[in-house]
Structure formats: structure tokens, C-alpha cells
């Protein structure tokens, strides 16, 4: 039997809402291609977006973008890696030629297509991707290495970001993103990370990787973070979505200080910001999407020990828990999920 031949197991959206298990051809690597057996694919919210329908998704469509895994097959002309290999990579494919790629600003091409979002992804035994999205992943686990994606996100911000040594900052949500985005924010010079969140395990882990404080949300929050900071943070943060949140953190951010808007906000939301406090209080609000460049950062942070991400991982389930993983990010703190592996081997 040849290879062309062989199927495998894949967790596939069939319509909105609808996930299937089917049997799909092995992908062959064509030149400068990279066939990965996949290890682990972690869960994220944009998984959740696609089977709804979002995100422009086109269906049927194999999602899962947090991809590790080991070389399977490598096609001609690839140099980097050999079979055997651990590996992660970027999902993001770009066509090196259009005004947002000439600029450096390759996540936002005009042509971009992605793993998992537009293209197979890794919620099935095998995928490919070009040689140049493939990373070599010495010296960590199988189960890090998936995080390199989300981690690369993180770094992105960072790099946008570039707080200053000895920072203050405060993040509101401390779900598996924002735990990275605190260990992000301290590994690039803050030297106190505040975290808020309502699920009191989760402020539980925060405090165990670094928070200087963990604290849920009440109706006196606000002036019990000033009883802390009197003069506001340096970098307030918010990793939950929630125009709300956005919303309120102009008031706790510090003089000439920055806003980070890294959360996932509905499409249609829409918030309400004082110019004039902007204007006065030399304030500054960035915007993060996805990743570029930035996972070789990543998996040095990984490495270095300075992200810990081996608590962040709550559940391991088979392609055909992959509905049931879903409906633990569309409920946060279900299970005491934080982040779930799709791992196609079990």
C-alpha cells in the first residue's frame, strides 16, 4: 500500500456547529513541505469562533492551530529539519508581497491563509505546512512545544508593548492566555503582575506562577487596586474580551502609561473612551493580533523556564473529545479547564 493511499483520523467541522470524526488521505509534502505527525494541538477560542461559523470559516475544515509534533516526511528541498525531528511551528502562511507583508506586518497579508483557520490543521494524526513555518523544538516536551503559538501571540505583544524595567501591570482574566500574558509581561521587565479573575482557582495557579496579587472582581475592586498602586499601573492589560473591561481601564492605568487590548471582543462590540483622557494623561492604547515573528521568542522564553506552562494543562483527550473540548472554552472555568490538548494518539 502506498502512502498516497493511507488515511488517518480527523476531527472535522462539518457545518456550524457540527464536528465529525472522519477518515481523511495522509497529506504528502510537496517541495519545500513538511510533514508532521501531529502530537498535540492545544484549544483556543478561535477553534470555538469556526465551528460557529466566524472568523470566515469555510467548511468542511480541520481546525487546531497549537501544533507540535515530530517530522514525519520532508519534501525536496527542505533544510531545516529532518525526520524525527520535534518540531512546532506557525500556523500563519503569507504571501511575502503584498503592502502589510512589505511592512514587516505579516500577520495582517492580504492573501493570509492559516492552519487550522483556512487550512488543515492539526486536529487529525498528520498535517503539513511549509518548511518555513517549522520550528525545531530541542529541549522541550512534546506538550510545551504546542504552546509555542499562543506563546508567540504573547510575544507579540510584548514586542508591540515594550514596557519599561520594573513596570507595574495589572491583566484582567487568568485563563490560560492571560497566565501566559502575566508570565510574558514578567519575563519582558514588569516586576509586578496583578491578575483579576472570578474563578478563584485560577487566581489560585496565578499566584503560584508570579502574581504579585490575585483578586477577584467586586463592586470595591476599584479601590482596592488603588489602595495598592495609589498612582495606577503602568500596563493594564485585559485577556477576557469583554468590551466592559476595555472600557475600564483607562481610569486604572497610570500617567503616561499603556492600555493592551489583547482579549478577543465580539466583532460588533463597541466602547466608550475619553479623548481628552487619552490627551491629558499621556495614555497609550495598543492593539495585539496574532503573532509575527515572534516564536522563536517564545521557545527561548520556554526553554529559559521563565514561562511555566506545564500547569496550564488541565486535560489531554483523544480527536474524539474535540466537541467536548470546545464546550469547555465556551463555558470558562468548566472542570477547572484551563488549557486542554487534543492529542490524536490517545
Request: hydrophobic share 40%.
Amino acid at each position: 500500500m502506498t502512502t498516497a493511499t493511507r488515511t488517518m483520523p480527523a476531527a472535522v467541522i462539518t457545518a456550524p456547529g457540527r464536528v465529525e470524526q472522519r477518515e481523511l488521505p495522509v497529506p504528502e509534502p510537496g517541495p519545500g513541505q513538511v510533514r508532521i505527525r501531529v502530537h498535540a494541538t492545544g484549544v483556543c477560542g478561535t477553534d470555538l469562533h469556526l465551528l460557529h461559523g466566524h472568523f470566515g470559516a469555510r467548511f468542511p475544515l480541520v481546525p487546531g492551530h497549537e501544533i507540535s509534533g515530530t517530522v514525519d516526511a520532508v519534501g525536496p528541498g527542505v533544510l531545516n529539519v529532518r525526520e524525527g525531528d520535534p518540531v512546532t511551528l506557525d500556523p500563519n502562511l503569507y504571501c511575502g508581497q503584498c503592502h502589510a507583508c512589505q511592512r514587516g506586518l505579516f500577520q495582517h497579508c492580504e492573501h493570509h491563509e492559516a492552519l487550522g483557520v483556512t487550512l488543515p490543521g492539526g486536529f487529525a494524526a498528520f498535517t503539513v505546512c511549509p518548511a518555513s513555518n517549522v520550528y525545531p523544538a530541542h529541549g522541550l516536551s512534546l506538550d510545551q512545544a504546542a504552546f509555542a503559538e499562543p506563546l508567540g501571540c504573547v510575544a507579540w505583544g510584548m514586542t508591540r508593548l515594550r514596557p519599561r524595567p520594573g513596570s507595574t501591570a495589572l491583566v484582567f482574566g487568568a485563563g490560560a492566555i492571560g497566565l501566559l500574558l502575566m508570565q510574558g509581561l514578567r519575563a519582558s521587565g514588569c516586576s509586578r503582575v496583578v491578575m483579576v479573575d472570578p474563578v478563584q482557582d485560577r487566581l489560585d495557579l496565578a499566584r503560584t506562577l508570579g502574581a504579585a496579587h490575585a483578586l477577584t472582581p467586586h463592586a470595591e475592586l476599584t479601590d482596592e487596586l488603588r489602595d495598592l498602586f495609589p498612582h495606577g499601573f503602568d500596563v493594564t492589560a485585559e485577556a477576557t474580551g469583554v468590551p466592559s473591561v476595555v472600557q475600564g481601564l483607562p481610569a486604572l492605568t497610570a500617567i503616561g502609561g499603556h492600555v493592551l487590548v489583547f482579549g478577543v471582543a465580539p466583532e460588533d462590540a463597541t466602547v466608550t473612551i475619553s479623548p481628552y483622557e487619552l490627551f491629558v494623561r499621556d495614555l497609550t492604547v495598543l492593539g495585539s493580533f496574532a503573532l509575527n515573528q515572534t516564536v522563536p521568542l517564545a521557545l527561548e522564553w520556554l526553554r529559559s523556564g521563565q514561562v511555566n506552562v506545564d500547569p496550564l494543562i488541565t486535560h489531554r483527550l483523544g480527536l474524539g473529545g474535540v466537541e467536548d473540548a470546545l464546550n469547555m472554552k465556551a463555558r470558562p472555568g468548566l472542570a477547572g479547564a484551563q488549557k486542554v490538548l487534543i492529542t490524536p494518539g490517545l
